[in-house]
């Protein structure tokens, strides 16, 4: 049982703060309810879509920390200011977590396997683990899988207060979503090798855990667990930006990196991800 | 009437997010949901609360809102009868 | 492989633990009632609350560190504590295993409490740090620490069937030999949130509710945990553990419908349905009883009733909705309906759509007088969130 097929990531598209122009994909009809989150989640997951040739995935998994924050403070700043009446629907329909990937299933008509996971920094890792295991099992052939978090002036301000090392502007908010099948398609296409999620390990735990990732003669790239943390900090969405950066730089060229191990350390979660190119003579 | 169609036109259009409308382009005796502007039963919900804010009209049921709320100019009609300011 | 539930545990309306919920049950009482303790202006809409104030369930849980003032993560502690001595777990023996919450509200409840202050201050100082850690991840981090040492933690938000989800993720992980046991579920405290959200849809009803019923008066909410410890057959052979019964399949599926309404045809309850079955290697008419989703609205019940009618075209096997007992949890619902069809199979009963008077459908109509002395095989557990989340699980009886 334990993983017939591979898992591969053919296609990927991330976006930093700011809102993303979404007319290239739907309707201004489709989008006029859209927050900024949900505009740079349908961008993204579009392009990653588009990318790997794709239409319509057999699962959505999407991770977020906060989900749609915008919407969900504006619904709770209007029950402050006018008290529980008169207050507005669409924002409370877009301020559940799922809200992201249930309505990029709806823009799809993509009836598959729907999932959020919401582990503060680990969100993204979570949807990963949750595709990757579905894919090794022969539950499905591919997903797309994603990672939307947005901020707002009030959550600089709580992060800031958490940490006063950090300045409320220097937090950051981030978008990305990737395409994962069982075949190794696309131009360069990766091998997600293993996905593992720990909470509060012990430094042998975590080092066992770290061995068992590098096999002999393997050489790893990635972040150091401080450096990893200290992201993780700054952005939500960092487990899934590191994944998106070491995909770029894995190279079949000589003394590039061909492998890749992403350690993320948020709150009380470690998680580690490795990733592999796949040769190019396919061996 | 021409006056509160025009002041609805507006109120619809920011409540409803329809950013890339203007006043001009909603006829005011096509019909808003279905093959109108396309509007959908949160839509409908969020007209509810527009009549109360403004007019002071409280709608109970949804229902109800349904023939109300089939052209801006029905929509007019109604308040004009019932507005409570 | 199979999956076998070895714990449970159950917070709701109708009271703290397995035994209470099992007592009310069997006597037709409902949960539901005036609201007691969320601090709302809306007196008029009757709610399930867990039958404790925040003060009495820190008392339960005995208050030692770490505490958590959320009502969330208290009654998710108290729940999943339950579940794993019933299974005969104690913290020790956790430190392999892994737990998976569903939640969608989180620490709502605690945040809006400091809200309106922070928002006075502008999110500055210290007014901002009552607001810090509510979010659902954290949530779950504090329940974990008051349960015991977990290998790894996770939350699933899809809204009301986060629970099922939860429990989907979790089998998943075993089968595919990464955990040899899960603790899965949800938990979700009533908040001033979402009782003015689902107030916004107007589909909340100022009456207790009628699921199936003609009256159609809708959702009342209610809050509530309940987790379920999942593990591989050969763990619990190996230490000796009985199974209370088999997770023998699930689906999930999407609506891809609307973001709050479902389809006419129940497209997307029916696939979830049928992928439940294909999973479980079951024909349609090895189910004896469907714990439906049934909220009580008329766009749930009819288009879930359209959808099993799709799957069972000349039989609808016997079915109720439990939200007449415990009203609609939420994000803990899969959970929570998921131990209430334990107990219908090991108890051979049928819970009772309660209040249904005049069924929407006579031809169909749900189980409205709770019956005993039924013996049940394979229990369809169905749970659908918002955004068209549907997701069904197939729970059948260990031999």
Redesign the interface.
């Known amino acids: 049982m334990n993983g017939m097929n591979k898992c591969y990531i053919i296609s990927g598209s991330c976006l930093h703060d700011g809102e993303a122009d979404v007319r290239k994909y739907v309707t201004p009809g489709e989008a006029r309810r859209m927050c900024r989150i949900l505009k740079r989640a349908v961008y993204t997951s579009f392009e990653a879509l588009r990318q790997s040739g794709i239409e319509c995935p057999d699962a959505i998994i999407t991770g977020t920390s906060m989900g749609c924050m915008e919407n969900s403070e504006k619904f709770l700043t209007d029950i402050c200011r006018n008290g529980e009446q008169l207050l507005k629907p669409t924002l409370f329909m877009q301020s559940t977590h799922n809200t992201i990937a249930s309505m990029t299933g709806i823009l799809l008509k993509c009836h598959g396997y729907n999932m959020t996971y919401s582990q503060g920094g680990v969100s993204f890792t979570s949807a990963l683990l949750d595709a990757w295991l579905q894919i090794r099992a022969g539950e499905i052939s591919n997903a797309l899988v994603g990672c939307h978090d947005e901020l707002t002036d009030a959550i600089r301000k709580i992060r800031h207060a958490a940490h006063p090392e950090i300045a409320p502007a220097d937090f950051r908010e981030a978008s990305a979503a990737f395409m994962l099948a069982s075949e190794p398609l696309g131009d360069k296409p990766i091998e997600l090798k293993k996905v593992i999620i720990l909470h509060r390990p012990s430094p042998r735990r975590l080092e066992e855990a770290i061995r068992s990732l590098s096999a002999k003669g393997t050489p790893l790239s990635g972040c150091s667990e401080a450096e990893a943390e200290a992201e993780s900090l700054l952005c939500a969405s960092a487990d899934a930006e590191s994944v998106y950066s070491a995909c770029r730089r894995l190279s079949p060229l000589p003394g590039e990196p061909k492998s890749a191990l992403v350690v993320t350390r948020a709150g009380e979660s470690v998680s580690l991800i490795k990733l592999t190119l796949v040769s190019p003579c396919g061996c | 009437m021409e006056e509160l169609i025009n002041q609805l036109k507006e109120q619809i259009i920011e409540a409803l997010n329809l950013e890339d409308m203007t006043p001009a382009d909603i006829d005011a005796d096509a019909p808003l949901f279905g093959e109108g502007l396309g509007l959908d039963s949160i839509d409908a919900l969020e007209l509810i609360v527009l009549m109360e804010r403004e007019y002071g009209i409280k709608l109970g049921n949804p229902a109800e809102g349904k023939k109300i709320f089939s052209s801006v100019a029905s929509i007019a009609d109604y308040v004009s009868k019932n507005r409570k300011k | 492989?199979k999956i076998y539930v070895t714990g449970m545990g159950i917070v709701s309306a109708l009271g703290i633990g397995v035994d209470a919920t099992l007592t009310a049950l069997r006597e037709s009482r409902s949960g539901i009632g005036p609201v007691k303790y969320l601090d709302?202006?809306?007196r008029d809409l009757p709610a399930g609350e867990v039958p404790a104030s925040d003060a009495e369930l820190a008392a339960m849980l005995r208050a030692e560190a770490p505490v958590s003032r959320m009502r969330t993560v208290m009654i998710g502690a108290i729940a999943a504590r339950e579940a794993m001595a019933d299974a005969g777990l104690s913290p020790d023996d956790l430190c392999d295993d892994v737990?998976i919450n569903g939640t969608?509200v989180?620490g709502m409840d605690y945040?809006?409490k400091h809200?309106?202050e922070?928002?006075q201050h502008?999110?500055?100082?210290?007014s901002?740090?009552n607001?810090?850690y509510n979010?659902?991840?954290?949530a779950?981090?504090l329940m974990?620490?008051m349960c015991g040492?977990?290998?790894?933690?996770?939350?699933?938000?899809?809204?009301c069937s986060s629970a099922a989800?939860a429990m989907i993720?979790g089998a998943?992980?075993i089968?595919?030999?990464?955990a040899d046991r899960v603790i899965a579920g949800g938990t979700e405290a009533l908040s001033?949130?979402?009782f003015?959200?689902?107030?916004?849809?107007?589909i909340l009803s100022s009456q207790p509710c009628t699921p199936f019923d003609r009256a159609h008066c809708g959702i009342n909410l209610g809050e509530g945990a309940a987790y379920l410890v999942l593990e591989s057959e050969e763990s619990a052979r190996r230490r000796g553990a009985k199974p209370l019964a088999v997770l023998s399949g699930y689906g999930?599926?999407?609506?891809?419908?609307?973001?709050?309404?479902t389809s006419d045809n129940g497209?997307?309850p029916f696939?979830a349905m049928s992928k439940a079955l294909k999973s479980a290697g079951l024909r349609p008419d090895d189910i004896s009883y469907i714990n439906t989703h049934g909220t009580g609205t008329p766009n749930n019940d009819d288009s879930e009733l359209a959808a099993i009618k799709r799957i069972w075209p000349d039989k609808v096997p016997c079915y109720s909705s439990t939200k007449g007992f415990t009203a609609h949890t939420t994000s803990a619902s899969g959970a929570i309906e998921s131990v209430i069809s334990i107990l219908a199979l090991r108890h051979s009963f049928v819970p009772a759509s309660l209040r249904c008077v005049n069924p929407t459908d006579p031809d169909h109509a749900p189980v409205m007088a709770t019956m005993f002395d039924t013996k049940l095989t394979h229990v369809m557990n169905n749970s659908f969130?918002?955004?068209?989340?549907d997701s069904a699980l197939i729970i059948s009886k260990a031999e």
């Open positions: 492989m709302t202006v809306h737990l969608t989180g945040t809006e809200f309106a922070a928002l502008d999110f500055e100082g210290e901002a740090q607001l810090q979010d659902c991840g954290s779950t981090d974990a620490s040492p977990f290998r790894m933690v996770t939350t699933t938000s899809t809204a989800n993720l998943n992980m089968k595919a030999g990464l001033r949130f979402h003015n959200g689902f107030n916004t849809l107007m999930n599926a999407c609506d891809a419908f609307h973001q709050t309404a497209e997307g696939l969130g918002f955004g068209g989340n």
